[in-house]
């Protein structure tokens, strides 16, 4: 603020230069390779790492950007940029000085006409909303990160670093303009920063105003579903094959059936079975030497007018 009253400064509060925001970080060919294991007795010791600088400056974007919800899940793909041109176009002139400037920001830019100032609401806003992102890109992004993993940045918990080693990926430049581009994306998530306009109009608001058929854009929509495709000759032939087992089965029961002298089957619970099988009248069965274990069939079951648990013997069918 000025320390003296009106009238103030025709620059007082003006934007004159896009703030750069400068990257420095190390390369490493090898990402693979522990860092460790290279030193003064390597022959990569002079070339292993290479020293990078690069600027970010801001530029008004015009993007085409395909959006994919699938299960809940939100994904894009950034089809087209057009790059309209830097948000703030001039040229910061570091060695030039006003002599008596009134106001402590004394920096000089030109050409003067290009400054923003205040009372131009719409590219004041504007801006301050395009350095409100840089400024948490630059809030990420700042720190440092040594070759002994103490990590005072935050860029560690992004895509700019290498898991292996919290080194650097490579293609710094490329993916810090996603990273940023997932800041920018992430905007429209937040229904209070979402500007409602036509997709085919974006310079049109929407409103109330119901679309027509001049506001129609191409969407696409898919459903993932579970769907079978039956194969007729391997479904039939699955189904011939469980029949003609199951008729098989039934056949062999019957005959099973047959075989026993009373012509039918008991009753298949689960006290009969335990009482066929683990009856203890079997014990009394005398199994001689001589006798063809093979060829005796026992008959375990109530006869008529018989003692419950009675068992019969026949040797030989006899």
């Known amino acids: 603020m000025p320390l003296f009253g009106p009238p103030y400064p025709e620059q007082l509060g003006s934007l004159r230069t896009d703030p750069v925001i400068w990257v420095g970080y190390t390369a490493v060919k090898d990402l693979q390779r522990p860092l460790s ?39 894009y793909k950034v089809l087209n940029r057009t790059y309209m041109g830097k948000m703030i176009n001039t040229t910061f002139l570091p060695n030039e000085k006003i002599e008596g400037y009134p106001l402590l920001d004394i920096t000089v830019a ?29 809030e990420m992004i700042n720190g440092t990160c040594n070759t002994q993993n103490v990590a005072l940045t935050q860029a560690i918990n992004t895509r700019l670093m290498d898991p292996h080693q919290s080194l650097p990926v490579k293609n710094m430049q490329t993916k810090l ?24 109009k974006p310079w049109k608001r929407t409103g109330l105003a119901i679309g027509q058929e001049e506001t129609n854009f191409p969407c696409e929509r898919e459903h993932t579903i579970n769907a079978f495709v039956y194969h007729e000759m391997t479904l ?17 029961g019957f005959i099973a059936a047959r075989e026993d002298d009373r012509g039918h089957l008991r009753e298949m619970i689960f006290s009969e079975i335990v009482s066929a099988t683990r009856g203890q009248n079997l014990d009394e069965v005398r199994w001689d030497q001589h006798m063809d274990k093979k060829r005796v069939k026992v008959i375990y079951q109530k006869l008529p007018g018989d003692d419950p648990g009675r068992f019969v013997l026949k040797d030989n069918g006899q």
Request: overall charge positive; proline content about 5%; aromatic content about 16%.
């Open 110 to 138: 030109e050409p003067k006409e290009n400054y923003v100032l205040p009372r131009d609401k719409y590219r004041y806003r504007l801006a301050a909303a395009y350095y409100s992102m840089g400024a948490r890109l630059r």
């Open 37 to 75: 294991s290279i030193n003064k007795t390597t022959p990569e010791w002079n070339n292993s790492v290479t020293p990078i600088v690069f600027g970010c400056v801001h530029h008004q974007t015009k993007y085409t950007i395909q959006f994919n919800w699938t299960t809940a899940g939100e994904t």
């Open 236 to 252: 039939w032939s699955i189904y011939l094959y469980a029949t003609g087992f199951t008729l098989i089965s039934v056949m062999l």
């Open 177 to 200: 303009r996603g990273l940023y581009e997932d800041l920018i994306v992430s905007l429209i998530n937040n229904p209070q920063f979402l500007v409602v306009s036509w997709a085919k």
